[in-house]
């Protein structure tokens, strides 16, 4: 993927030549207020946007998170074609592959609160990418006693919708139950 920079004049002498300059990505803003960092398959796509602007060869991940740290709500791929596309929302956060598993946990512990019953569910929330798995997060809910109470738990979280913006790589479950002591 090629980042757009561009040269910003911050000071012109008389005759309007760039005394002072620096260099900016590139960025979008919607109508509505949205702003979206521009991104180009390749030099081709880039100089049909603007001849004169410059390409940075950059990681996808990178350009993502770039957006986000910029306060853009998007990645622009390709705005002046073949064809553009828009990277937001969740194709933008798994891109970027930021993962807050604080986040992530207290979002977990909300969609099961009604079943966490006198410690009898346990769970816990594990940061699995890189382990070959396929999916981003497991979570591991536990417990002892009533078995039915530990797989309403673990309903609850399959069926918790805010969990797949937050972990767009997808989140296991894994059920473990523990005897109760005799």
Same mark, same amino acid.
């Given at each position: 993927?090629?980042?757009?920079?561009?040269?910003?004049?911050?000071?012109?002498?008389?005759?309007?030549?760039? @005394?002072? *300059?620096?260099?900016?990505?590139?960025?979008?803003?919607?109508?509505?207020?949205?702003?979206?960092?521009?991104?180009?398959?390749?030099? =081709?796509s880039? $100089?049909a946007?603007? &001849?004169?602007?410059?390409?940075?060869?950059?990681l996808?991940?990178?350009?993502?998170?770039?957006?986000?740290?910029?306060?853009?709500?998007?990645?622009?791929?390709?705005?002046?074609?073949? @064809?553009?596309?828009?990277?937001?929302?969740?194709?933008?956060?798994?891109? *970027?592959d930021?993962?807050?598993?604080s986040?992530? #946990?207290?979002?977990? $512990?909300?969609?099961?609160?009604e079943?966490?019953? #006198?410690g009898?569910?346990?769970?816990?929330? $594990?940061?699995?990418?890189? #382990?070959?798995?396929?999916?981003?997060?497991?979570?591991?809910?536990?417990? *002892?006693?009533?078995?039915?109470?530990?797989?309403?738990a673990?309903q609850?979280?399959?069926?918790?919708?805010?969990?797949? #913006?937050?972990? &767009?790589?997808?989140?296991?479950?894994?059920?473990?139950?523990? =005897?109760? &002591?005799?």
């Amino acid at each position: 993927m090629l980042a757009c920079v561009i040269a910003v004049a911050d000071e012109v002498d008389a005759a309007g030549a760039d @005394k002072d *300059s620096h260099m900016a990505v590139v960025s979008m803003v919607a109508a509505d207020g949205r702003r979206g960092l521009l991104a180009f398959t390749g030099l =081709d796509s880039l $100089r049909a946007f603007d &001849p004169q602007a410059r390409p940075v060869p950059a990681l996808g991940r990178d350009v993502a998170r770039a957006a986000l740290d910029e306060g853009a709500s998007a990645v622009v791929v390709d705005v002046a074609g073949p @064809k553009a596309v828009v990277l937001e929302g969740v194709a933008l956060a798994a891109l *970027s592959d930021v993962l807050d598993l604080s986040v992530v #946990e207290a979002a977990v $512990r909300t969609c099961v609160a009604e079943w966490m019953v #006198e410690g009898t569910v346990t769970l816990e929330v $594990r940061d699995i990418r890189g #382990e070959g798995q396929g999916i981003d997060v497991l979570v591991e809910v536990g417990g *002892s006693g009533d078995a039915h109470v530990t797989a309403r738990a673990a309903q609850a979280l399959a069926g918790c919708v805010d969990l797949g #913006e937050l972990v &767009p790589g997808g989140l296991g479950i894994a059920i473990h139950l523990v =005897d109760p &002591p005799t």
